[in-house]
């Protein structure tokens, strides 16, 4: 069953003419990684706001269709039940984080939860550890660099034990190297915990080699959902190509026959090479 | 075009309650040039940048504006010359709509009331912000408050332009547009400074790189120079462009290249020769 089925949704916000969806369908199962890209103002993050319910509950406005997560229909479900279910992680970690220590951060959400004590403190050095945050326990989010802090932020939604991790530009305020070590965090709860993530993120490069699938969005529809390696090829216009794209463009032109679009330097270098050895044999 | 030394940065040393954040800083920005400031986060590259119109003053060290020492000139004079955007936007959007935002920048530059319409709506245009025009600056996203922010700071037409992390929220469209308009800004004969962390962006419009790592800069060159060299950019916990990347794995493959490529373009050079030699008809 997937963890989140939209079917035919419509929405318009209150007091505007237009809708910023029209007509979306969209459903992902446990261990995805969708990768949500598309022009400002597409309707990304309204997108993201209907499947924590912050659309209808918080934003006013027409929600038509069918929207569920986790099995509960969003319009039924309060924000804070929905919450346990769906985790969003926002652009900027600053926002988000606000207490005095890294643990009770992390303990915040679960306090919140009403889970027993002693499960708190389990989850929280579980967490800790599975973070790497042990040695910054007691440091206040503010004495975190920004790779720090957003590690932080998805480390305190993470104890929650979503199904769902939602991630708003997580790499937008990061130097890349904290950027990658973020992504392939993420990748593992994705490989090995089953968790089913969602990220919006401009930077193709950074984020394109970790998804399983891509979605991409324009004037509040889908227009591409799929695999990422044939997405590329042809929602350029939207979204831009990453450059090994283009060098696989132009060397294809020349007549290397893989059918493997490269979406990582590694994988470039790897088909140049294969084609370079077979045509020296042959 | 000549160019010409804007603001020079030397041995300069700042801390913040004790903490050193500047370490004995020296840097040079040019005008008809785009220099980018790129490092990890913490480096520095922001309390460097203040100092460039005058909002910080170096605790040891100069820093020279056009020949003249920070320490000696106001804020207000300075920044008309220098033109800061800072890395978040709500740290200087305030006006009621986005057009006030705007008029309000060129009116407290001393712009004749004649002009300001015109560079008004020149820098609407210029920043796809004409449609937002009655919006207030709190009802547009992050991105395009963004713009505004920078679109503010262009109107006034300042010598050098100095922008923290502009491409942040930005989508491909107004990733390169920006370029667009700062590779224009720079045939102008502006100096632009960058602090970014998307090196491919560095790639597409910087003429000279910097990069800095614990209050120091270890490392500044022309753009190919140092963001080929793969040891520094780690220093500075950056990755190399996916092209440069690209050929330094194939070259560890025992592939031979004329020299490390940065650009789409030229790695195609390379790998067509290559692919071209080692087929048997050479003619693909």
Known sequence: ?282 | MLKEEAIIVKDVYFSYNGFEVLKGVSLTVRTGEVLALMGENGAGKTTLIKHFNGLLKPQKGRVLVFGKDTREASVAQLARRVGLVFQNPDHQLFAESVEEEILFTLRNMGYPESRVKERCEYVLRLFDLDKYRQRSPYTLSIGERKRLAIAAVVSHDPDVLVLDEPTAGQDYFNKSKLARIINAMKMKGKGIVIVTHDVEFAVQIADRVALMANGRVIKVGSARDVLTDEKGLRAARLLPPQIAWTASLLIQKGFTMSRIPMLPGELYFELARMLDSRGEGGNL
């Open chain 1, 1 to 282: 069953m997937p963890l989140v089925e939209l079917k035919g949704v419509h929405f318009k916000y209150a007091g505007s003419d237009e809708y910023s969806l029209k007509g979306v369908s969209f459903s992902a199962s446990r261990g995805e990684c969708v990768l949500l890209v598309g022009p400002s103002g597409c309707g990304k993050s309204t997108l993201l706001r209907v499947l924590n319910g912050l659309i209808p509950h918080f934003y006013e406005g027409d929600l038509e269709g069918e929207a569920t997560v986790a099995g509960l229909d969003v319009r039924s479900t309060p924000i804070h039940v929905l919450a346990k279910h769906v985790g969003m992680v926002f652009q900027d970690p600053e926002n988000q984080l606000f207490l005095s220590s890294v643990e009770r951060e992390i303990a915040f959400g679960l306090e919140n939860m009403g889970l027993a004590r002693a499960e708190i403190k389990r989850r929280v050095e579980e967490t800790l550890r599975v973070f790497g945050l042990e040695e910054l326990r007691y440091k206040a989010p503010y004495e975190l660099s920004g790779g720090q802090q957003q590690k932080v932020a998805i480390a305190s939604i993470m104890a929650m034990e979503p199904e769902v991790l939602v991630l708003d530009e997580p790499t937008a305020n990061l130097d890349p190297l904290s950027a990658l070590e973020i992504l392939s965090l993420v990748n593992v709860l994705v490989k090995d915990e089953g968790l089913l993530t969602i990220i919006v993120e401009h930077r193709l490069e950074l984020a394109l080699k970790f998804a399983t699938r891509l979605v991409v969005m324009n004037d509040g529809r889908l227009v591409f959902d799929g695999d990422p390696r044939t997405g590329v090829l042809f929602t350029h216009r939207l979204i831009g190509y990453p450059p090994v794209v283009i060098t696989y463009n132009l060397v294809r032109r020349r007549g290397l026959t893989e059918n493997f679009t490269p979406l990582t330097p590694e994988e470039l270098a790897e088909v140049v090479a294969e084609a370079c050895s077979r045509r020296k044999q042959s």
